[in-house]
């Protein structure tokens, strides 16, 4: 069976442990967790998961039901067959050194990065985009010199419910 | 009403009927015992907190209500680990309570402090850390309700010392929790799907497992194979779930299942599986599990689905709703199996079952492990209760001790749990103090828990053990002897205590057997006296548990022993 990247959209009660419960869910079972992006809903009680992990459809089929085994756990939904919107950010930190400096700024306008913090040392970008966009970017990051990066886990919503 | 929180935690275990609690006390759970000095609660004060566990365990599996222990901080916390996960790989409701030092010391290494529920996170269905006093009456509740609902097991609740001496309002009416339950949705099509299969099937098999135990579904699934001719086989944990007298019962399947199973799993063409998980110890290796046949699997948990053993057909709910719809499917729509194509498919069964029958040479000079159960089984009629330890007790158990009725053989399957026989022979007999409840014990196995003894001899909890004592880790050597060369690489137990001068020392009686003669004499003498007996039973010392699967080999391929075993 072919293995790919699939995103899982997990809505639990927001208790102390429930990322512990379902981290170590998944790691006691030898499932890799790609990226991990939590925070609360619009109802404080709830929170939403958005995780990502490379299987096969057997291997999340079976993720799925050992987290839906979980008393915290309200809902497991597999968002890869789904409609739905992905988005990642980075936080890239780039030093103006004089020979780089023209470069940097060019490059900046060229492809519309958002610039949150600039001085005379250093710039801070902040770039959002699918996994595909995101990609790109650090392509051209790259050769203008990253002195430090922050890159979120994905999070994904879906088209239509 | 204003009341403190060691308070509450009687009060609530009264709303949730509790009459029993096995513990231990300790600094951390004082408030609670200082509670239980004045209530009507019995307490089971047990010589150590696995014991403790396990006593919990036996209550529930026997009675199918939930069990409740109390232990303290730190080391009385840890030591309830192996019960805990014992009870949660066999899906047992209990509520394990231990006590914690105070919330403003958790996280300091303080005195006795152990994070209990991160170490049981991985081995309960769910775990609770109280926080406060206001949270604990709905989290006592809720632990209850977890435990029992659903696929059961255990629940952990932490009592951090201040939060039982904080007061707060106890109005047990307005506890509002979540719930959990499982509603049955009937799915017609896949009974219409069950019935296609069932109609084009020539060789169908049952295959039954704790889950029809747990799901009080015994009847439903014994009524359709009586009705519809269909021969049952089940795994260890299913043992009882389907009367082990019927003709249709083909025992267990499995790496020590019989012959005929094993043989019948591999040949069928239908196969309802239902409450079970398709444990290796069960399936052989998987590429050849039942491949003939088509699956049917019926389990209330979704995980249990499709994780081992890929199913055509699979039925997630309740096993006993589930078997109803079943049932009145089939009358429905009158279905009929041929009576020539089910004749010839249990004549091939009956002609495994001559071929191989479940059998062991006996002997008239020395005990064989197998006879004292056989004649067990004989004088009772089968009407006790049974717990096992592990090892080729268990096996020998399983095998020759037919059991007719659920909640009869009480055994630690998933974990293999050495030293919980005695602990929870005492929860069952507990639950049932008029019946009589025997552990069938190996002697090292039974050394692991063995200061439950004193327990037993305090209360007057009278129960039998019937020791099967070879000198050896019997399952260990067994396996050191086919597979090792005969090198009984620290697996020999000769070095034990005379085990009739323990029992007296522990004040119960104790009773010992050299001969064949001997044996029956002794069970009966055992059985009849009004005390905790231990019956130490000098069987012969190399005996195997056949047939044997190799690990890693297929069911149909058993080692079956000596040869004069087979007709
Ligand atoms: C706590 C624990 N430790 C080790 C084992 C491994 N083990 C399985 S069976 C067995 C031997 C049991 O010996 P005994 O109780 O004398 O039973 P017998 O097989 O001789 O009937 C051992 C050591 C286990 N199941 N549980
Ligand atoms: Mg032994």
């Given at each position: 069976m072919e293995k790919k990247e699939h995103i899982i959209s997990i809505l639990v009660y927001n208790k102390p442990d429930v990322l512990a419960r379902i981290a170590g869910t998944l790691g006691g079972k030898g499932y890799n967790i790609e990226s991990l992006c939590v925070n609360t809903t619009t109802q404080y009680e709830i929170s939403k998961i958005v995780m990502t992990s490379i299987g096969n459809q057997t291997t999340i089929s079976r993720i799925e039901s050992q987290l839906q085994r979980l008393v915290d756990v309200i809902s497991v939904d597999d968002l890869t067959n789904v409609e739905s919107v992905h988005r990642e950010m980075i936080l890239v930190r780039l030093n103006l050194a004089e020979d780089k400096k023209e470069q940097i700024k060019k490059a900046v306008d060229v492809n519309h990065w958002k610039v949150i913090v600039s001085n005379d040392n250093y710039v801070i970008l902040e770039i959002t985009g699918d996994k595909a966009q995101i990609d790109l970017a650090l392509a051209r990051l790259e050769p203008l010199g990253i002195v430090d990066i922050t890159r979120t886990g994905l999070v994904a919503l879906e088209l239509k419910s | 009403m204003k009341l403190k929180g060691s308070q509450i935690l009687l009060k609530m275990l009264e709303e949730e009927k509790v009459d029993i609690i096995f513990g231990y006390p300790g600094g951390s759970v004082l408030d609670i015992y200082d509670q239980l000095y004045k209530s009507k609660i019995k307490h089971i004060l047990v010589r150590h907190e696995q014991g403790a566990v396990h006593a919990a365990d036996g209550y529930a599996r026997a009675t199918g209500k939930v069990g409740v222990c109390l232990v303290t901080s730190g080391?009385?916390?840890?030591?309830?680990?192996?019960?805990?996960?014992?009870?949660?790989?066999?899906?047992?409701?209990?509520?394990?309570?231990?006590?914690?030092?105070?919330?403003?010391?958790?996280?300091?290494?303080?005195?006795?402090?152990?994070?209990?529920?991160?170490?049981?996170?991985?081995?309960?269905?769910?775990?609770?850390?109280?926080?406060?006093?206001?949270?604990?009456?709905?989290?006592?509740?809720?632990?209850?309700?977890?435990?029992?609902?659903?696929?059961?097991?255990?629940?952990?609740?932490?009592?951090?010392?201040?939060?039982?001496?904080?007061?707060?309002?106890?109005?047990?009416?307005?506890?509002?929790?979540?719930?959990?339950?499982?509603?049955?949705?009937?799915?017609?099509?896949?009974?219409?799907?069950?019935?296609?299969?069932?109609?084009?099937?020539?060789?169908?098999?049952?295959?039954?497992?704790?889950?029809?135990?747990?799901?009080?579904?015994?009847?439903?699934?014994?009524?359709?194979?009586?009705?519809?001719?269909?021969?049952?086989?089940?795994?260890?944990?299913?043992?009882?779930?389907?009367?082990?007298?019927?003709?249709?019962?083909?025992?267990?399947?499995?790496?020590?299942?019989?012959f005929y199973a094993?043989?019948?799993?591999?040949?069928?063409?239908?196969?309802?599986?239902?409450?079970?998980?398709?444990?290796?110890?069960?399936?052989?290796?998987?590429?050849?599990?039942?491949?003939?046949?088509?699956?049917?699997?019926?389990?209330?948990?979704?995980?249990s689905i499709n994780r081992n053993v890929v199913v055509e057909l699979p039925i997630i709910g309740e096993t006993k709703a589930t078997l109803k719809d079943l049932i009145k499917f089939l009358a429905e729509h009158n279905y009929t199996p041929s009576s020539s194509e089910r004749k010839e498919w249990m004549q091939q069964i009956a002609d495994w079952r001559e071929k191989v029958p479940l059998t062991y040479c006996q002997n008239e000079k020395i005990i064989k492990p197998q006879y004292v159960i056989e004649t067990l089984h004989k004088i009772t009629k089968g009407d006790i209760i049974v717990t096992t330890e592990v090892g080729q007790n268990q096996m020998w158990t399983a095998q020759f001790f037919h059991f007719d009725k659920p909640n009869s053989f009480i055994s630690s399957g998933g974990l293999g749990t050495m030293g919980y026989g005695l602990p929870a022979a005492i929860g069952v007999k507990c639950a049932f103090p008029d019946k009589q409840v025997v552990d069938i014990a190996g002697d090292g196995s039974i050394q692991m828990n063995i200061q439950e003894l004193a327990t037993a001899a305090q209360y007057n909890i009278a129960v039998k053990i019937v020791l099967l004592n070879n000198g050896f880790l019997g399952m260990v050597r067994q396996w050191q002897e086919l597979f090792y060369e005969k090198r009984y690489s620290f697996t020999d137990m000769t070095y034990a205590p005379d085990f009739v001068k323990l029992a007296e020392a522990y004040g119960i009686v104790g009773l010992r057997a050299t001969k064949p003669q001997e044996v029956e004499s002794t069970l009966r003498q055992g059985l009849s006296i009004d005390k905790p007996v231990l019956m130490d039973f000098q069987v012969s010392r190399e005996e195997c548990v056949y047939p044997m699967v190799r690990p890693g080999e297929s069911i149909s391929e058993m080692e079956l022993g000596t040869r004069e075993m087979i007709n």
């Amino acid at each position: 069976m072919e293995k790919k990247e699939h995103i899982i959209s997990i809505l639990v009660y927001n208790k102390p442990d429930v990322l512990a419960r379902i981290a170590g869910t998944l790691g006691g079972k030898g499932y890799n967790i790609e990226s991990l992006c939590v925070n609360t809903t619009t109802q404080y009680e709830i929170s939403k998961i958005v995780m990502t992990s490379i299987g096969n459809q057997t291997t999340i089929s079976r993720i799925e039901s050992q987290l839906q085994r979980l008393v915290d756990v309200i809902s497991v939904d597999d968002l890869t067959n789904v409609e739905s919107v992905h988005r990642e950010m980075i936080l890239v930190r780039l030093n103006l050194a004089e020979d780089k400096k023209e470069q940097i700024k060019k490059a900046v306008d060229v492809n519309h990065w958002k610039v949150i913090v600039s001085n005379d040392n250093y710039v801070i970008l902040e770039i959002t985009g699918d996994k595909a966009q995101i990609d790109l970017a650090l392509a051209r990051l790259e050769p203008l010199g990253i002195v430090d990066i922050t890159r979120t886990g994905l999070v994904a919503l879906e088209l239509k419910s | 009403m204003k009341l403190k929180g060691s308070q509450i935690l009687l009060k609530m275990l009264e709303e949730e009927k509790v009459d029993i609690i096995f513990g231990y006390p300790g600094g951390s759970v004082l408030d609670i015992y200082d509670q239980l000095y004045k209530s009507k609660i019995k307490h089971i004060l047990v010589r150590h907190e696995q014991g403790a566990v396990h006593a919990a365990d036996g209550y529930a599996r026997a009675t199918g209500k939930v069990g409740v222990c109390l232990v303290t901080s730190g080391p009385g916390a840890t030591n309830t680990v192996t019960g805990i996960a014992t009870a949660n790989m066999d899906s047992i409701p209990i509520v394990v309570f231990t006590g914690q030092v105070p919330t403003g010391l958790i996280g300091n290494d303080a005195f006795q402090e152990s994070d209990i529920t991160g170490i049981t996170r991985p081995c309960t269905k769910h775990n609770f850390l109280v926080r406060s006093v206001e949270e604990l009456a709905s989290t006592i509740k809720e632990a209850f309700h977890i435990a029992r609902s659903g696929r059961p097991g255990p629940v952990l609740v932490d009592l951090p010392k201040n939060v039982m001496a904080a007061e707060t309002e106890y109005d047990p009416a307005t506890i509002k929790i979540r719930n959990y339950d499982v509603f049955h949705k009937s799915a017609p099509k896949k009974m219409a799907q069950v019935l296609e299969m069932l109609s084009h099937a020539k060789k169908p098999l049952i295959m039954t497992g704790g889950g029809v135990i747990l799901g009080k579904a015994a009847a439903e699934l014994t009524a359709i194979a009586r009705k519809y001719q269909i021969p049952v086989t089940g795994t260890l944990m299913g043992l009882g779930s389907f009367p082990g007298t019927d003709p249709l019962w083909l025992g267990m399947l499995g790496m020590h299942g019989t012959f005929y199973a094993n043989m019948a799993v591999s040949h069928c063409d239908f196969l309802l599986a239902v409450g079970v998980r398709f444990d290796d110890r069960v399936t052989g290796t998987i590429e050849t599990f039942a491949t003939n046949a088509q699956i049917v699997q019926i389990d209330i948990d979704p995980s249990s689905i499709n994780r081992n053993v890929v199913v055509e057909l699979p039925i997630i709910g309740e096993t006993k709703a589930t078997l109803k719809d079943l049932i009145k499917f089939l009358a429905e729509h009158n279905y009929t199996p041929s009576s020539s194509e089910r004749k010839e498919w249990m004549q091939q069964i009956a002609d495994w079952r001559e071929k191989v029958p479940l059998t062991y040479c006996q002997n008239e000079k020395i005990i064989k492990p197998q006879y004292v159960i056989e004649t067990l089984h004989k004088i009772t009629k089968g009407d006790i209760i049974v717990t096992t330890e592990v090892g080729q007790n268990q096996m020998w158990t399983a095998q020759f001790f037919h059991f007719d009725k659920p909640n009869s053989f009480i055994s630690s399957g998933g974990l293999g749990t050495m030293g919980y026989g005695l602990p929870a022979a005492i929860g069952v007999k507990c639950a049932f103090p008029d019946k009589q409840v025997v552990d069938i014990a190996g002697d090292g196995s039974i050394q692991m828990n063995i200061q439950e003894l004193a327990t037993a001899a305090q209360y007057n909890i009278a129960v039998k053990i019937v020791l099967l004592n070879n000198g050896f880790l019997g399952m260990v050597r067994q396996w050191q002897e086919l597979f090792y060369e005969k090198r009984y690489s620290f697996t020999d137990m000769t070095y034990a205590p005379d085990f009739v001068k323990l029992a007296e020392a522990y004040g119960i009686v104790g009773l010992r057997a050299t001969k064949p003669q001997e044996v029956e004499s002794t069970l009966r003498q055992g059985l009849s006296i009004d005390k905790p007996v231990l019956m130490d039973f000098q069987v012969s010392r190399e005996e195997c548990v056949y047939p044997m699967v190799r690990p890693g080999e297929s069911i149909s391929e058993m080692e079956l022993g000596t040869r004069e075993m087979i007709n």
